[in-house]
């Protein structure tokens, strides 16, 4: 339906137009999907974790009203995505302009006067969509997964795969071997007598 649609995007349009200058969306980490069929991919989270806005240092209370989704049960199994979920707050706060609540009053977590003063004459730089801003992109097959030239193997890694099948083999055949080793000294004795 053309009206629906249109009705939609004059729907935004007002939204935008009511929050500006705040973003329409709130902020989200990098999480990587469930499963291991997905787990290769990254994709936007529901919140910040808690351990994540620590290492920020910001408090939860604080991320909301600053347009940061929050979290509290999501856990942190890596410091890997840590570390990039706090680079990702750290980005945001660089970019972030917070106005005063009062005219000519700034209190310390306010910007600065002259970021302040700056915004006001260049609207441009005012950003409704977050996800343009900081995307979450995916790194691409090719330069996630490389093959490693024989000539840069560490030494004795060459034949890796031989190795532990021989290790496996050997595992395996450690039973009959004793077996053998056995029979054929219980002959040699016999031999002897």
Known sequence: MPGRKLRRRNARQEKIAAVAPRPVDKLRPVARCPTIKYNRRVRAGRGFSLAELKEAGLSRQYARTVGISVDPRRANLSTESLAANVA???????????????????KKTDSSKEEVDGFNKD???????????????????????????????????????????????????????????????????????
């Open 123 to 193: 609207s441009s730089k005012i950003t409704m969509n977050l996800g343009a801003l900081l995307p979450i992109r995916n790194e691409a097959y090719e330069n996630a997964v490389t093959d490693i030239p024989k000539g840069e193997m560490p030494k004795g890694e060459e034949n890796a795969y031989k190795k532990l099948r021989l290790a496996r083999s050997d595992a395996r055949l450690v039973g009959v071997r004793e077996k053998r080793a056995k029979a054929k000294a219980d002959e040699a004795a016999a031999a002897k007598k």
């Open 88 to 106: 990702r707050l750290n980005d945001y706060k660089k970019r972030l302009i917070i106005f005063p609540r009062r005219n000519g009053q700034h």
